[in-house]
């Protein structure tokens, strides 16, 4: 019950800060299996992919988080684990440990995710060379759909090392889905895909 209303406090406190528009360019919202990709300046991007999706969409996916930072207090953790429903992954490998596990188990599980490829959030306009998680799984999932999305001016909400927000119009740009091709390489996809979020950001 109280994840429910803080779910529902925060999508009233997100749409008021940002509007939190989802624009639909490259396909419809769907209930299939899905991995949405995107540009990351903020930790607010969690926040309003999450909140851009519709109802139904919103309960079958679940957003990555940072363990480190997002278990950082027991709000942070309770949070993301009560309402967000994310799935937290390590951003230091530990000895074998394989830090995609925890989204390989989420995908085995049904589930769609909101990853940040990036793998930190950037300074820069322009997203940083994507990781090689995206293509891992892509390459272990070729049955989940590969969906790029583009943030707009969320990390003008909260900047980097800023705590207080600023109201500030916000939307996400969801692009045509793309998939891993046969014989790609590992660099040749992950640039690709970074051009894909890229080009949502004049649409």
């Known amino acids: 019950m109280r994840a429910k209303a803080m779910s529902l406090f925060l999508l009233g406190v997100v749409r008021l ?7 639909w360019q490259g396909c419809p919202p769907k209930a299939e299996q899905r991995i949405y990709f995107a540009n990351h300046q903020s930790h607010a991007d969690l926040v309003l992919i999450w909140a851009a999706l519709p109802t139904a969409l919103r309960s079958i996916t679940r957003p990555i988080a940072a363990k480190d930072y997002w278990t950082a ?4 953790r309770w949070i993301t684990t009560e309402v967000f429903n994310a799935v937290y992954i390590e951003r230091e490998r530990k000895g074998d440990e394989d830090p995609l596990q925890p989204l390989i188990d989420a995908l085995e599980s049904g589930d769609s995710l909101i990853l940040f490829p990036e ?6 306009e322009l997203p ?3 990781k090689s998680g995206l293509y891992n799984l892509a390459q272990r999932f070729p049955g989940v ?3 790029p999305a583009w943030i ?4 003008r909400v909260i900047p980097k090392g800023e705590v207080i927000p600023v ?18 390489a590992r660099a040749d996809f992950l640039v690709r895909a970074r051009e894909a979020v ?6």
């Not at 793998?119 to 820069?124: C, L, N, P, S, V």
């Not at 740009?173 to 014989?183: A, H, K, R, V, Y």
């Open 17 to 23: 800060l940002t509007g939190a528009q989802a624009r």
């Open 73 to 76: 207090s027991p709000l942070k």
């Open 119 to 124: 793998g930190t959030r950037g300074f820069e």
């Open 128 to 130: 940083q060379p994507f």
């Open 145 to 147: 759909v590969l969906v």
């Open 152 to 155: 707009h001016n969320v990390q």
């Open 167 to 184: 109201p500030m119009l916000c939307s996400v740009t969801f692009g045509s889905p793309m998939q891993l091709e046969q014989g790609e």
């Open 198 to 203: 890229i080009e949502l950001s004049d649409a």
